[in-house]
């Protein structure tokens, strides 16, 4: 079963502080791993891919990468209320020759004004 | 870049009716569609994976006879939940992946949704 597991929150942050979001994965093998935001009613937004080990930054997001502890983590700077939303965390998995993401169930980000 | 639109956006319909839902990749080629459905506060599920001009494998669980996909090329995939029932009322979402350079990896780029309310 390929699980990727996050806190469903929800988190809570003032504005302008660093909202920390974290996930795991259970397939040891995987290769690609991404964030999503979704808002309320809407259909998920790419925000990130990260695909090595380390650190990745765009702008006001970084999303950290541990493929050894299976661990995949997003930090946003500088919080806004605009950024109140349920945040995926998706990986991919290799499955009978095709690659399929499996998304966690969310983390739930309010940032209070 | 990598703009996925769907259509139609809601669609209310009486139980037993089929219903068409239209994904389309507007900017680039998407070389593999992928349908999701997602029900309230629970996360996205996958449907099925369909690569253009190939049958689309679905996961466990969907029934392929229901929900008929058709990947007619590389920009338009569409969804169709025959004899609707109301326990198929969900946001069903699609996403496309393709390549175009380097521009686009394995990433999906959702659409915006379509919400279907069976009566």
């Known amino acids: 079963q390929k699980e990727v597991e996050q806190n469903s929150g929800p988190l809570s942050v003032p504005e302008g502080a660093i909202a920390s979001l974290n996930c795991t994965y259970s397939?040891?093998?995987?290769?690609?791993f991404f964030w999503y935001r979704q808002y309320s009613g809407k259909s998920p937004e790419l925000i990130m891919s990260?695909?090595?080990?380390g650190d990745k930054e765009d702008g006001r997001f970084t999303a950290q990468l541990n493929k050894a502890s299976q661990y995949v983590s997003l930090l946003i700077r500088d919080s806004q209320p605009s950024d109140s939303a349920t945040y995926l965390c998706a990986v991919t998995f290799s499955q009978g020759g095709s690659e399929k993401l499996v998304f966690g169930k969310g983390t739930k980000l309010t940032v209070n004004p | 870049g990598a703009v996925v639109s769907q259509h139609p956006s809601w669609v209310i319909c009486k139980s037993g009716t089929s219903v068409k839902i239209e994904c389309r990749s507007l900017d680039f080629q998407a070389t593999t569609m992928f349908w999701y459905r997602q029900f309230p506060k629970q996360s996205l599920m996958l449907m099925a994976t369909?690569?253009?001009?190939?049958?689309?494998?679905?996961e466990q669980g969907v029934e392929k006879d229901k929900f008929l996909i058709n990947h007619a090329s590389l920009t338009l995939s569409t969804l169709t939940v025959t004899s609707a029932h109301p326990e198929d009322s969900s946001f069903y979402i699609c996403?496309?992946?393709?390549?175009?350079?380097?521009?686009?990896?394995?990433?999906?780029?959702f659409g915006p949704g379509t919400r279907l309310t069976v009566l």
């Open positions: 996403s496309a992946s393709g390549r175009a350079g380097v521009v686009l990896g394995n990433e999906q780029f």
């Open positions: 397939d040891r093998v995987s290769q690609s």
């Open positions: 369909s690569n253009e001009g190939s049958k689309a494998t679905y």
């Open positions: 990260i695909y090595s080990n």
